[in-house]
């Protein structure tokens, strides 16, 4: 389905059991008015030969590609020291 605000959304599913969902809109994504960028939703699931069902749910927007899924490894948390100065370069308009 693709609307005349370009908004648009999708689904199908394939013989194998394959899965794939999205939707997407029109957004602002910066400072200007004519800064428009296309956001997206969706997600994809498909069974491993050893019989396992994976899902993956995604998004893409104006942080990027951002995929999520109890298979995919996640990466260790910030050491506290980053996470503050990330912080502290934030407030003082670095970043």
Known sequence: EMNADGSYSFDFESADGT???????????GPKPED??????????????DGVVLTVNWV????????????LPTPPPMPEHVV???ADLKAAGVL
């Not at 794939?20 to 602002?28: A, D, P, R, T, Y």
């Not at 997206?40 to 491993?48: A, H, I, L, N």
Request: hydrophobic residues 25%.
């Open 36 to 49: 428009i960028g296309t956001v997206s939703k969706g997600s994809y699931s498909f069974t491993t030969p």
């Open 19 to 29: 899965k794939v969902s999205e939707s997407g809109n029109q957004k602002q994504v």
């Open 60 to 71: 893409a927007d104006e942080n990027g590609f951002q995929a999520t899924g109890d298979h």
């Open 84 to 86: 503050k100065m990330l």
